[in-house]
């Protein structure tokens, strides 16, 4: 069965620096990736996914993630975030051949300080 | 466009109330799920239908049940409301293949005392 681990739970980070958050995933077949945003009170958005092809994907809002299948990793990245990038973000991996099941992991809130 | 809607955003139960989360969306997918976010534990899956006319188990479905009752519509029941069952529910709705984006409500948030 698969498993996501988002390494941290929170990120503190000044406005315009760089950002990675992390995640680690577990699974004994190929996987798909997803990185969702949640602000607010708000639902989930999507913010990218990895289907298949390039490993670096690129996202809406200025994210991009990068897949490494010896690593078992999916990180997400922005070279200069904004106080409106404040929300919890994500990782999610569905199985290949799985049918519909996602595994979310516990989230990262990332908190852009002025 | 509205997209996935919930009803109602927020509910308080007593224990052993019972209540139906309703779920809708106009996008006209074919799958459709219901999950509970939890902090610290990101999101958890209770029920999903991958198609109208069936619905499966995820992860955490004791003390809830489903209906799809139609391609449109993906309702949650609790039946007898428990303390543990305080959490923010989310319905989310996704085409039929494997992949897809799945599109989020903006949740109900229920507290049982």
């Known amino acids: 069965a698969q498993s996501v681990t988002q390494l941290d739970s929170q990120v503190p980070v000044f406005e315009e620096a760089p950002v990675e958050l992390r995640c680690n995933y577990s699974?004994?077949?190929?996987?798909?990736l997803f990185w969702y945003v949640q602000y607010p009170n708000q639902g989930l958005q999507l913010l990218l996914k990895?289907?298949?092809?390039?490993?670096l994907v690129k996202g809406i809002n200025g994210f991009e993630a990068e897949f490494n299948k010896s690593q078992t990793s999916f990180h997400l990245r922005k070279p200069s975030v904004h106080i409106s990038d404040t929300a919890e973000y994500f990782c999610?991996?569905?199985?290949?051949?799985?049918?519909?099941?996602?595994?979310f992991g516990a989230g990262t809130r990332l908190f852009v300080k002025a | 466009n509205a997209g996935v809607t919930q009803t109602p955003k927020f509910q308080v139960l007593k224990t052993g109330q019972s209540m139906t989360l309703q779920c809708a969306q106009d996008?006209?997918?074919?799958?459709m799920y219901w999950y509970r976010q939890d902090p610290g534990m990101g999101l958890r899956l209770i029920y999903y239908?991958?198609?109208?006319?069936?619905?499966d188990k995820g992860e955490v479905p004791n003390g809830y049940n489903v209906s799809r009752l139609n391609k449109r519509e993906f309702s949650l029941r609790l039946e007898s409301a428990a303390p543990s069952q305080t959490s923010v529910y989310f319905c989310?709705?996704?085409?039929?293949?494997?992949?897809?984006?799945?599109?989020f409500g903006p949740g109900t948030r229920l507290t049982v005392l």
């Open positions: 239908s991958a198609s109208e006319g069936t619905t």
């Open positions: 996008m006209n997918h074919n799958s």
């Open positions: 699974s004994s077949v190929s996987v798909y």
């Open positions: 990895y289907l298949s092809g390039s490993t």
């Open positions: 999610a991996v569905s199985e290949r051949g799985g049918g519909f099941k996602t595994i």
């Open positions: 989310a709705s996704s085409r039929d293949y494997e992949g897809d984006t799945q599109y």
